[in-house]
């Protein structure tokens, strides 16, 4: 189990997981350390021409699209039971979750997958798990089963405004739809606990619905295109949990490069350059005057972007020879790269381009 806090208007929220255990399907509290679930759920996928900003979605639509592709994750394990959610990502039979959905069977244990068009209790092996990222691809036997690989959408084209859909398995209830917004983009959030670090990076908020049970699952765009992967929501503290409207999940052009790599090696690498940025999107650009890019807020100390000279302000536009016009794109660009290389990266200072090598470092 993750949680986190997030203040937002003064108002202290308790950023949660969206899990669902096997004997409370309830949101995870401050101080409620004993639930012995693990699942969730994140979403997209589809093919077709996505809605523009302020545009409804055809949520009929876009439900035909997802749910064959959309999975019931059930774990047992010595760290407990649970579901959550996922999405089938290619005919080898590779499903994309969260780690917390299936870190109970990490070490002894069994994983079952129910398609919500298909066959249910498919075994599942676990492929990889990246508790850092909370990610974790899983397996079933690609003959076992008719596989229909979710589509995939661009996260870095996200503005806010935009309608997505959330699908899952919230409270275990197979193949639920909800919808909403994109509420706001590049959110890191804080979701680790204790000596388990994990954190949701650049993350999408929205304020369609992540109850238990969604982590995992499929955040789409309106031609059902896959966006996102459903993780956590926020709750008033002393509340009696679901969704306030405040949800959050990993962007998909992130969560697609880390699951590759997880696919490749069985482990994800954290190549970093030690910024925090934020997206620079067409309309602060107006706004602003600034280039687009991957706006520059935080530089840590002793990293190879320090180190190079990279400072606070600087828009940095590519990284090794890949145009970035997002910091969703920086991050995929820089997962091209290993701990120990030295790439080129391109920036803008008040106006002026200039370019500095620097020193990836990783974990």
Request: glycine share 16%; aromatic share 2%.
């Amino acid at each position: 189990m993750t949680r986190g806090r997030l203040v937002v208007a003064a108002v202290v929220l308790i950023v949660v997981s969206a899990v669902l255990g096997g004997v409370v399907g309830a949101w995870l509290r401050s101080g409620s350390d004993a639930s012995n679930g693990s699942g969730g759920s994140r979403g997209s996928g589809g093919s077709g021409g996505a809605a523009p900003a302020g545009t409804p979605c055809d949520v009929t639509e876009v439900a035909a699209r997802v749910f064959p592709s959309l999975v019931t994750v059930n774990v047992r394990g010595g760290g407990g039971a649970g579901s959550g959610s996922g999405s089938v990502l290619d005919r080898e039979g590779d499903v994309l979750t969260n780690d917390h959905v299936i870190e109970a069977a990490a070490v002894t244990g069994t994983i079952t997958v129910d398609f919500a068009r298909g066959q249910a209790q498919v075994p599942a092996r676990i492929v990889g798990r990246d508790p850092a990222t909370d990610l974790a691809v899983i397996r079933v036997p690609p003959d076992s089963v008719r596989l229909t690989p979710i589509a995939a959408g661009e996260s870095a084209a996200l503005v806010v405004g935009q309608p997505v859909v959330a699908a899952g398995s919230p409270l275990g209830l197979t193949g639920t739809i909800t919808s909403g917004t994109v509420s706001a983009l590049n959110r890191y959030i804080n979701v680790g606990q204790g000596d388990a670090p994990a954190t949701l990076v650049n993350s999408i908020q929205t304020d369609a619905a992540i109850n238990p049970g969604n982590s995992g699952g499929p955040l789409t765009d309106c031609a059902g295109r896959q966006v996102g992967v459903n993780s956590a929501g926020a709750q008033v503290p002393g509340s009696e949990g679901g969704s306030i409207g405040l949800n959050f999940a990993i962007p998909m052009d992130f969560a697609r490069s880390v699951a590759d790599e997880l696919i490749r090696t069985g482990r994800a690498t954290h190549p970093s350059i030690g910024v925090l940025a934020v997206t620079v999107t067409a309309e602060i650009a107006d706004a602003t005057g600034l280039v687009r890019g991957a706006l520059v807020e935080q530089v840590v100390p002793s990293l190879g972007a320090a180190r190079a000279g990279i400072r606070p302000g600087d828009v940095i536009t590519k990284l090794g020879g890949t145009p970035v016009n997002s910091v969703d794109q920086m991050l995929v660009a820089l997962r091209e790269h290993e701990p120990g290389d030295t790439v080129e990266v391109a920036y803008v200072r008040n106006g002026n381009p200039t370019s500095a090598s620097v020193a990836v470092s990783g974990s």
